[in-house]
């Protein structure tokens, strides 16, 4: 790339000139979707903390509904149905 003088040919100036420029209009995209990426974190932390809480629910729900001494629950009385 150098010559012997010290002189750095333009092409290869030009050369590094289209790289950087090429590499800091990557880094500005990677910039710009930042804020979509956070965006869909956050959604997706929204979800799995619903989706948690919803089992959380159901959970309980079924252990409420659960007698101790059954191994079905209580409100189902029928359950399972009779053979015919």
């Not at 150098?2 to 040919?9: A, K, M, Q």
């Not at 050369?15 to 500005?28: A, F, Y």
Request: net charge positive.
């Amino acid at each position: 790339m150098y010559l012997h003088d010290g002189f750095i040919p333009s092409e290869h100036i030009q050369k590094r000139l289209d790289k950087l420029e090429k590499e800091t209009g990557n880094q500005r995209r990677k910039l710009s979707t930042l804020p979509d990426l956070k965006r869909k974190i956050e959604d997706h932390e929204r979800r799995l903390s619903d989706v948690k809480s919803n089992m959380d629910v159901i959970f309980t729900n079924e252990l409420l509904n659960y007698h101790p001494r059954s191994k079905y629950p209580v409100n189902e009385p029928n359950y399972p149905p009779p053979v015919a």
